[in-house]
C-alpha cells in the first residue's frame, strides 16, 4: 500500500491541475452558447474579431450588425464573443477599460 501512495497522489494533482480548469473552460464555453442562441434586435455586441455593432438581423445562423450608419455587417452567429452595454456582464470588460468608447482616450486617472 506504501508503495502506491505516490502513485494515488500524483494522481490527485493531475486531476485537480488538469480536470478543474477543464471544467471551468465547458461552462464559460456552454455559457457563450447559450448567449449566442438568446441573441435579439437591438443587442449591443463584440464579435470574436473585435468588432462592435448593434444586431439588426438575425436568420438562421447568422446574425446583421448595424457598424456605423447605413454600414450592415454580416457574420456568423458563433462569432459573437460577448454582448455589451445594459445586457452585457460588467465582468466581460477588461481590467482599466470603460467600455468599447474609451479607444485612444487618454486615462484621466
Known sequence: MKAALPFI?????FVL????PMRRQARAQR???QMQATLSVG???MTTSGLFG?????????VELQVAPDVVVRFARAAV????????NAAD????????DDAGRESTH
Open 17 to 20: 491541475l488538469i480536470g478543474i
Open 93 to 100: 470588460q477588461p481590467a482599466g477599460s470603460d467600455g468599447p
Open 31 to 33: 455559457a457563450t452558447q
Open 81 to 88: 464573443g460577448r454582448q455589451q452595454g445594459e445586457t452585457g
Open 9 to 13: 497522489v500524483l494522481l490527485a494533482v
Open 43 to 45: 443587442d449591443d455586441v
Open 54 to 62: 448593434t444586431v439588426v438581423g438575425l436568420v438562421g445562423d447568422t
